[in-house]
């Protein structure tokens, strides 16, 4: 079974801060695909940033960038300059390179304070 | 401009009552999926359809039904079997080697 795991509940973080959340995940295939969504109060799912498993660049998206780290199966993602729009539950997602099912984490909720 | 419509955005329901959710895309993409979302609690898939006429259980389909007999509708039924369906549910698209979009979401509430 493919698990993916974030151990942060919660983070607090002041604006203009950087804060990294941790994502760890579980597959024994080899091609797979790794997200970070972000759910804002109106609960809209919003794509923060991917990243595929055969590319060892880290993948950044201006403010959001990630550390992937394929042999420890570990998927941080770094929010840097945070804003007050930030705050947000961000989920870690995972899914293999086949059809079928995306996994989730059980998420981790930002709060960036003035 | 192209997107997933969920509707309604709130429904209330009474106990040993079934209940349609409706989820329709005009993205064109292939596969749809349900997710239900707990305070607390990541996102717990549902049902997920590959192609039209087919669909196959996730992690938590005891007390769901769905149906897909066109592309574009993905429509989700909470039955009375369902014990506990109070719960926000997302509706999401796929497209191969792409990522999932989501809808805005329906908030269900047993009365």
């Known amino acids: 079974a493919q698990t993916v795991t974030q151990s942060q509940p919660e983070m607090s973080v002041q604006e203009a801060e950087t804060v990294t959340l941790s994502c760890t995940y579980d597959?024994?295939?080899?091609?797979?695909?790794l997200f970070w969504y972000k759910q804002p109060p109106s609960r809209q799912m919003i794509l923060v940033i991917r990243?595929?498993?055969?590319?060892?660049q880290n993948a950044t998206e201006n403010r959001f960038s990630v550390n992937f780290q394929k042999a420890a199966k570990s998927f941080s993602l770094k929010i840097s300059d945070s804003q007050l729009g930030d705050t947000a539950m961000y989920f870690c997602?995972?899914?293999?390179?086949?059809?079928?099912?995306?996994?989730f984490g059980a998420g981790t909720q930002v709060v960036v304070t003035p | 401009d192209g997107g997933i419509t969920q509707s309604p955005k709130y429904l209330f329901r009474k106990e040993g009552q079934n209940v349609t959710l409706s989820c329709e895309q005009n993205?064109?993409?292939?596969?749809m999926y349900w997710y239900r979302q707990d305070p607390g609690q990541g996102l717990r898939l549902i049902y997920y359809?590959?192609?039209?006429?087919?669909?196959q259980k996730g992690d938590i389909a005891e007390g769901y039904s769905v149906s897909r007999e066109k592309k574009e509708s993905f429509p989700l039924t909470v039955t009375s079997a369902q014990k506990n369906p109070t719960a926000f549910y997302l509706c999401?698209?796929?497209?191969?080697?792409?990522?999932?979009?989501f809808g805005e979401g329906s908030r269900l509430t047993v009365l």
């Open positions: 997602a995972f899914k293999t390179d086949s059809w079928g099912k995306f996994q």
């Open positions: 597959t024994s295939e080899n091609n797979y695909y």
């Open positions: 990243q595929e498993a055969y590319k060892q």
């Open positions: 993205l064109n993409h292939d596969a």
């Open positions: 359809s590959q192609i039209v006429n087919d669909f």
């Open positions: 999401a698209t796929y497209r191969m080697a792409g990522e999932l979009f």
